[in-house]
């Protein structure tokens, strides 16, 4: 198993892995990631999204644009914000931005900062 990240998608891939350890963020099986051109707009008007968490069919999907995350530190930043959504998605409030949203991602940010940058590396990307 390879882990050298060649792309955007594959170092996200080795970061939501990482993030999963640390976090306990989901089950096997239970999540699915996309890296897809573009997510559209909103029903209440709003530009094209960077991410987005849904469910489909049972499981979680976390889908990061590459048309609006043109680099990988941004597409990154994207999957922890989308990350704490996760977090908090059992709880019913995955998709409110209210301070217990912003005190997760803090956590995720800053464990990333710290040491999950690195740690992450080591995570296989196929």
Same mark, same amino acid.
């Given at each position: 198993?390879?882990?050298?990240? @060649?792309?955007?998608? +594959?170092? !996200? %891939?080795?970061?939501? /892995?990482?993030?999963?350890?640390?976090?306990?963020?989901?089950?096997?099986?239970s999540l699915r990631f996309e890296f897809v051109d573009m997510i559209q707009a909103?029903?209440?008007? @709003?530009?094209?999204? +960077?991410? !987005? %968490?849904?469910?489909? /069919?049972?499981?979680?999907?976390?889908?990061?644009?590459?048309?609006?995350?043109?680099?990988t530190s941004h597409a990154l930043d994207v999957l922890i914000h989308e990350a704490?959504?996760?977090?908090?998605?059992?709880?019913?409030?995955?998709?409110?931005?209210?301070?217990?949203?912003?005190?997760?991602?803090?956590?995720?940010?800053?464990?990333?900062?710290?040491?999950?940058?690195?740690?992450?590396?080591?995570?296989?990307?196929?």
């Open positions: 198993m390879r882990t050298y990240a @060649k792309s955007r998608f +594959e170092r !996200c %891939v080795q970061v939501l /892995r990482w993030l999963n350890e640390e976090f306990d963020l989901f089950e096997d099986g909103t029903p209440e008007g @709003k530009d094209a999204l +960077e991410g !987005c %968490v849904f469910e489909h /069919r049972g499981k979680l999907v976390l889908q990061i644009s590459a048309r609006n995350c043109r680099t704490a959504h996760i977090a908090l998605w059992s709880t019913g409030r995955g998709l409110l931005h209210g301070d217990e949203f912003w005190r997760t991602y803090g956590r995720m940010a800053d464990a990333y900062d710290h040491h999950g940058c690195q740690d992450s590396k080591t995570y296989y990307v196929d």
